[in-house]
């Protein structure tokens, strides 16, 4: 079982930066890949990046790149999201999750643990 926590949400203008932080309770964090999700007014839920255990491989949604970049402190629990150059449709509920499976996470994008997802708004 693991539980996750994100902070680090908050209402910015376009072009600025924030840094999302998730930290995950129990003693495994580091055999669990991590990823960040997020979902929009009226939209579905979406992937954003994805990190391997290890930390050493990420993947990224196309709107993502360039932009963003996840990162992982093991010997913290924690996992990280970079925003920078953040645009009006970033906007929205930002979701930590974890799974034991990089495929699950990355590709089939339905992790076994979520977090309670924290809000970005992006104003023009």
């Known amino acids: 079982q693991v539980q996750l926590v994100e902070s680090g949400g908050g209402l910015v203008q376009a072009g600025d930066s924030l840094r999302l932080s998730c930290v995950a309770s129990?003693?495994?964090?580091?055999?669990?890949?991590m990823g960040w999700f997020r979902q929009a007014p009226g939209k579905e839920r979406e992937f954003v990046a994805g990190?391997?255990?290890?930390?050493?491989?990420?993947l990224y949604a196309d709107s993502a790149k360039g932009r963003f970049t996840i990162s992982r402190d093991n010997a913290k629990n924690t996992v990280y999201l970079q925003m920078n150059s953040l645009k009006p449709e970033d906007t929205a509920v930002y979701y930590c999750?974890?799974?034991?499976?990089?495929?699950?996470?990355?590709?089939?994008?339905?992790?076994?643990?979520w977090g309670q997802g924290t809000q970005v708004t992006v104003s023009s």
């Open positions: 999750a974890a799974d034991a499976s990089f495929h699950q996470m990355v590709e089939v994008h339905n992790p076994d643990y």
């Open positions: 990190i391997i255990r290890g930390g050493g491989s990420q």
């Open positions: 129990g003693r495994t964090f580091s055999t669990y890949a």
